[in-house]
């Protein structure tokens, strides 16, 4: 090849390689939902709670008792609305009997959760009290439904955004949870 | 002539909105504020909170935001600025949290490089594309005027040799 000719294609090549590259990013960058922040608890250590249970306030809860077990917690609350969304998933998921979930109630009124779950079904294994939202701020929760997925060990293995969907639990969340039963 | 008054007028809007923006987002607060009754922590804060990110509504800060996330965060950065720890122990404890993300900048490492010397690179490229483009014009066209200098040469010298032979 020439040196006129390797010009020549070196001026066709370039713009198209920029254009291609532009293109992958924007491909990339466009179809991501920005509003699912990437936690940086995964592979962490699941922050330690200790919190009055739900349906017998009396009782707490901590993360120190379910060592050794595989678990979700699933953050909800009487006032969410997306919750309603994921909440028959769950209610069957416990019928199921493959995992326990936990449930946080997050900056809810006892009563109003107690109410809701009387209401639509409770598939939690136990319900805790966030009362002030604190427990959340150290699970980085910043909106809810968030599902964690906690293994054996008490380190966060997985993050669900927003509501469950049956292609997460599917495909993700139930082969981790088989993995890590083993 | 119109499309360049056009042009002009547009980008003096665009600045004129991008100053106004600039002020906005200015994180230092004006330095009266002190007078209006404001404690340092309270001055310390909101320049605290002006740096963080409200994750429920994500394109404001922290100080800007209604969101009740936002209320419990700035509870919380209160909380620990009172219990003595520094700006950068704040940060670590939300970013410990939320991720980078939470920061309105992000920090320098691998991952960012795109990010914050990205733009650098481009212009570094672009400036040599057109450092070349012109290097390669500005040869072309003394080669051609030294092509068209030989032939008025020869033509001249035609011509001399036509005086010369003359009567």
């Not at chain 1, 379910?66 to 028959?88: D, I, Q, Y």
């Not at chain 1, 779950?117 to 150290?138: C, E, F, K, N």
């Not at chain 2, 209160?78 to 950068?88: P, T, V, Y």
């Amino acid at each position: 090849m020439s040196k006129e000719q390797a010009l020549k294609s070196f001026r066709w090549s370039l713009p198209l390689a920029i254009f291609v590259i532009l293109v992958a990013f924007l491909w990339v960058g466009l179809s991501r939902d920005p509003r699912e922040v990437p936690s940086p608890l995964i592979g962490k250590p699941a922050p330690a709670f200790q919190l009055a249970k739900l349906h017998a306030p009396k009782e707490t809860l901590a993360t120190a008792d379910l060592k050794g077990t595989v678990w979700l917690l699933n953050v909800w609350a009487s006032w969410c609305v997306s919750c309603r969304v994921e909440h028959p998933l769950l209610v069957e998921l416990a019928k199921a009997n493959i995992v326990p979930v936990y449930g946080l109630d997050y900056k809810d009124n006892p009563d109003d959760g107690r109410a809701w779950l009387a209401q639509h079904g409770d598939p939690y294994t136990a319900s805790i009290v966030d009362r002030d939202g604190r427990v959340g701020i150290d699970y980085g929760v910043y909106g809810v439904p968030e599902t964690f997925l906690i293994d054996k060990a008490g380190i966060v293995r997985y993050k669900q955004i927003g509501p469950l969907t049956p292609e997460a639990l599917k495909q993700k969340i139930l082969p981790m949870v088989r993995e890590l039963q083993k | 002539m119109i499309a360049r008054a056009a042009i002009a007028a547009i980008a003096a809007l665009l600045l004129a909105a991008a100053a106004a923006a600039a002020t906005k987002m200015d994180p230092v607060p004006p330095s009266g504020e002190n007078a209006t009754g404001m404690s340092a922590l309270d001055v310390r804060l909101k320049r605290l909170e002006t740096e963080l990110r409200c994750l429920v509504c994500q394109n404001q800060t922290l100080a800007d935001s209604n969101a009740g996330l936002a209320d419990d965060l700035r509870r919380e950065v209160r909380a620990l600025a009172l219990a003595g720890k520094s700006d950068d122990d704040i940060k670590g404890y939300l970013v410990a949290r939320y991720g980078d993300f939470v920061l309105y900048k992000p920090p320098v490492k691998p991952i960012t490089w795109i990010l914050w010397f990205g733009p650098f690179a481009l212009l570094a490229g672009g400036g040599a594309i057109w450092w070349v483009v012109l290097r390669r014009r500005a040869r072309a066209a003394t080669a051609g005027d030294a092509a068209g200098e030989a032939r008025a040469r020869a033509l001249m010298d035609d011509s001399d040799h036509d005086n010369g032979s003359g009567p």
